[in-house]
């Protein structure tokens, strides 16, 4: 009797987690980040750097080494800073089609100023200012005349490019020795690596921009506005001040990179950054930034960035193409990623 109410003796476990536990449970999490809408574009897009890069080391000598990277940061650098505005305008679902008139105009206004003899620390605040009231009038025009943000920003477009011709209708050379020396300055990094001043303004700008998002309220009102317009307004968010604000932000960011870019070319032409508008929203949305707005990250479009200027660089290496297999394999990219973005948000519904 006394063994019949015993509990039954258990066999005792004595190795690990039987069969591919561990494995099955790495896969699973390797499947939902790339089918995420959120991760999944940007993984991608950090694979498909990593991929392309590797690819440029295998076939070309010299490709794969430290200088060449940094100099995708050093050409690219205010593309890097145009990307990061407009990311937070399409992270609202907007959209801005102003930015490379906006960067030519900026290099107009700081090459007539300086040519007239203005100081570069009058000049650069300037055109900051002046570019940012840019942007609050379209936020305005967007959010009280509720003009079309594809409208009210190809307005913005033709008046800053026609301005450009009103200052001037040729090239002006930038002579100011204060602005080539900035210009023409290097910061050495060890074993013969450098940068220019415009990488460190460009990571600067990208580390604010990462922290505005990730750790402030504006920053979660931009998501907010993107993933439901009118759920942000229930939840009591500032979005009619959100919706201005980008693209504030927007305008000071092409102004500061068309600041960059004349460091780049120390000139300003009216005719210059004609189509870098679409380059910017090209390094975005192949960054991972849904073009409908709610999911996206400003590191993403840094990678973004450098995709297109990493295949510019295999482009320039091979030396028999054209550049405009940079614009076919841009466009080709960019179906890609939205049809990419298309699918994973289908499956989240």
Same mark, same amino acid.
């Given at each position: 009797m006394t063994k019949l109410l015993e509990a039954p003796e258990r066999p005792i476990?004595?190795?690990? =987690?039987?069969?591919p536990r561990p494995r099955a449970g790495l896969a699973r999490s390797i499947r939902n980040l790339l089918t995420s809408p959120k991760y999944g574009p940007v993984t991608v897009t950090a694979v498909l750097f990593v991929a392309i890069f590797i690819i440029g080391g295998v076939r070309y000598r010299g490709f794969f080494s430290g200088q060449v990277f940094l100099n995708l940061l050093v050409d690219n650098s205010y593309l890097i800073v145009l990307a990061v505005g407009m990311t937070f305008v399409i992270l609202t679902g907007g959209i801005d089609l102003s930015v490379g008139a906006v960067v030519a105009l900026s290099g107009m206004i700081a090459a007539s100023l300086l040519q007239t003899g203005w100081s570069p620390a009058a000049v650069i605040p300037l055109i900051l200012v002046l570019t940012s009231v840019l942007g609050l009038l379209v936020g305005l025009m967007i959010h009280v005349f509720k003009v079309q943000p594809f409208i009210a920003t190809l307005a913005a477009m033709f008046l800053a490019r026609g301005l450009c011709y009103v200052i001037s209708q040729n090239s002006i050379s930038i002579t100011d020795p204060t602005f080539v020396q900035l210009a023409v300055a290097r910061i050495p990094l060890g074993g013969n690596l450098s940068i220019t001043p415009s990488v460190i303004i460009a990571l600067v700008v990208v580390a604010i921009a990462v922290w505005v998002l990730q750790?402030?309220?504006?920053?979660?009102?931009?998501?907010?506005?993107?993933?439901?317009?009118?759920?942000?307004?229930?939840?009591?968010? =500032?979005?009619?001040?959100?919706?201005?604000?980008?693209?504030?932000?927007s305008g000071f960011c092409s102004g500061l990179a068309g600041v960059l870019f004349t460091f780049y070319t120390l000139s300003g032409y009216p005719l210059t950054a004609i189509g870098t508008e679409l380059d910017a929203i090209a390094a975005v949305v192949i960054g991972g930034t849904l073009l409908t707005g709610g999911y996206g990250f400003v590191l993403g479009s840094v990678l973004g960035v450098l995709v297109l200027g990493v295949i510019q660089t295999i482009i320039t290496f091979e030396g028999t193409l054209s550049s405009w297999w940079t614009k076919i394999f841009i466009g080709a990219l960019l179906l890609v990623f939205i049809i990419l973005q298309k699918v994973l948000t289908a499956r989240r519904r």
């Open positions: 476990r004595t190795g690990g =987690p039987v069969g750790a402030t309220r504006f920053g979660r009102t931009v998501y907010a506005i993107g993933g439901g317009e009118q759920s942000g307004l229930l939840m009591g968010l =500032p979005v009619a001040r959100t919706k201005v604000l980008v693209y504030v932000i």
